[in-house]
């Protein structure tokens, strides 16, 4: 879409007033959209010149103006920028992001959902974006702005006539959650489940428990919090959630107390039948996504959707078109040359991230898939990052899942992995390097017709360039979805 097409985002004026800013240059501009990379500027955009440990955005301000932006967003002028170039001078560009943030969440009239926990959280948004679009105007960032700069830039650029609002809210430390909260100000939220991650910054999980609770700050006690029925620090969040005087907490899961509840599902290659009662509500629908994991949070979304006041059932059946993001356990088919045998390669993208959680959840679904013609369940697997003292443990401790999920081959990846790579049986392990950099040749050469691959590891891990070089391989295509559950 043009910028001519889009919608007018943020006139000079609502943008000058919002950021509490002194406009220079052109000042009659309007954006229709809200950037904070000069790389994916969109001609339209209001670029923000934010500062960070290693990069000034000042120094990007031409760069953006020639790619189609309207205006910079700055708090210095950079030398050698045209007089008339189109500013907006504020005190601190994070600040202003931050107040045009709040300004649009208080223009709107949207019900804001956020979305919070150890893993899960950019499923779960993506998921509540597709099922709640049908019924009105939904929106969601793409991709995990998650941060104290992707929460600003999400909430600066949510359209006004939005009606569902869905924030994805993220940390790794204590102290980060809570003012991300007070921008958002949720009304509904989900906390997926409180696991060991970020092990390297937290003395145990339940100090992980606290601080994902800071996102109960931001809430008003009228509002609504839906948490894992099944997890152990289910009692310990909920108390929190009271002590801020917030009544209304629905868990979800298999326990018998869930009042959005699991009742039974079947778990397929590519997708999942699922029969639960959401609120008192029977449902029974598919998610175009496969995994236990998908079916968990699926009973989450359900129980938010109730609570923002949408249709569930609409809901329900709009969950067959879930599919899990990139990186995420996309799954595609890789077509492989004549000289390879001709057929093809079914390749799992989980390079995004990791924990010991998520791995496993992974190898749940990579014992669901169907290798074919005599294929085989290959895994490569990367370093699980920010662990602590127990990364050694933790890693180790993946072997019987990953045995259980039917692994014939096993390649690892980076110092912690190694700990995996010596605890498996000398017939999985196919083999090990340092960097993903390194292991990507031997990957290709052992890739045959039928095999399935499941490529996951932390994103410091630098995965994704195994998923990229086994694509290009051959031609790829998106895995078709399944109908009916079938």
Known sequence: MSAAAKPVLWTAAEAAKASAGLLEGAAAWAATGVSIDSRTVEAGDLFVALKGPSFDGHDYIARALA?????????????????????LLVDETLAGLERMGQAARERSRAKRIGVTGSVGKTGTKEALKTVLSDQAPTFAAVGSFNNQWGVPLTLARMPRETVYGVFELGMNHAGELGPLSRQVRPEVTIITTIEAVHMAFFASVEAIADAKAEIFEGMDPSGVVILNRDNAQFERLAAQARRRGIKRIIGFGTHAEATSRLLDCSLQATCSAVSAVIEGERL????????????????????????AGADLGQAAAAFSRVTPPKGRGQRSHVMLPAQRGGGSVELIDESYNASPAAMRAAFRVLAQAKPRNGGRRIAVLGDMRELGEQSAELHAGLGPDLIASGAQQVFTV????????TALPATL?????????????????TLKPGDVVLVKGSLGTRMAPIVEAIKAMGASAPMPRAANGN
């Open 284 to 307: 029974d629908y598919c998610i175009g996504a496969p995994g236990q994991h998908w079916v968990m949070n699926s009973l989450a979304v359900l129980a938010a959707v109730k609570s």
């Open 67 to 87: 790619a189609g932006a309207v205006a910079a967003l700055v708090h210095r002028r950079p030398e050698g920028l045209d007089a008339n170039a189109p500013l």
């Open 414 to 421: 980076g110092p912690f992995m190694t700990n995996l790579d």
């Open 429 to 445: 392990r196919a083999a090990h390097a340092e960097s993903s950099a390194e292991i990507i040749a031997p990957v290709l050469a």
